[in-house]
C-alpha cells in the first residue's frame, strides 16, 4: 500500500504541476463549457482572475506532494489539499451542466489523493 501511495503521489503530483504550467493555455476536451484554455474555464464557471491564485496553491501543494516521497510529515496535509481542490473542480464541472466525462480528472485525482490519504493513517 506504501508503494502505490508513492506511485500515485508522484502522478498527482506531475499532473497538477503538468496541467497549471505547461498545459494552462492549450484546449483539451476536460476544460469547462467551452473553454479553450485556462482562463476561459474560470469564466465559464464564473471566476475572476482573482481565483487564479488557485494555481498557486495547487502547484505548491503538487510540490509539497512530490517531497513527501522524502518527508512523509508532508503527505497528509498535501494529500488532503489537492483533495479538497478536485472535490471543488468535480463540484463546478457540475454547476456548469458539464457531462459526467469532463469532470473524471479531477474525480479521479481526487479518489487517488484520498487514497494517499488514507494510507498515510496506517
Same mark, same amino acid.
Given at each position: ?11 498527482? +503530483? ?33 471566476? +475572476? ?13 503538487? *510540490? ?14 498535501? =494529500? *488532503? ?15 456548469? +451542466? ?17 487514497? *494517499?490519504?488514507? =494510507?498515510?493513517?496506517?
Amino acid at each position: 500500500m506504501k508503494v502505490l501511495s508513492k506511485i500515485l503521489s508522484v502522478v498527482v +503530483g506531475l499532473t497538477v504541476i503538468n496541467v497549471w504550467l505547461f498545459r494552462s493555455g492549450k484546449s483539451t476536451s476536460y476544460r469547462g463549457g467551452d473553454a479553450s484554455n485556462l482562463m476561459e474555464e474560470f469564466e465559464v464557471y464564473g471566476l +475572476g482572475d482573482f481565483f487564479m491564485t488557485i494555481g498557486i496553491i495547487k502547484v505548491s501543494l503538487a *510540490i509539497l506532494l512530490l517531497l513527501s516521497i522524502y518527508f512523509n510529515k508532508l503527505r497528509l496535509i498535501s =494529500s *488532503i489539499g489537492i483533495a479538497f481542490m478536485m472535490l471543488v473542480a468535480v463540484y463546478m464541472h457540475f454547476s456548469v +451542466g458539464d457531462e459526467l466525462m469532463k469532470s473524471m480528472p479531477a474525480s479521479v485525482m481526487l479518489v487517488s489523493c484520498l487514497f *494517499i490519504a488514507y =494510507s498515510t493513517k496506517k
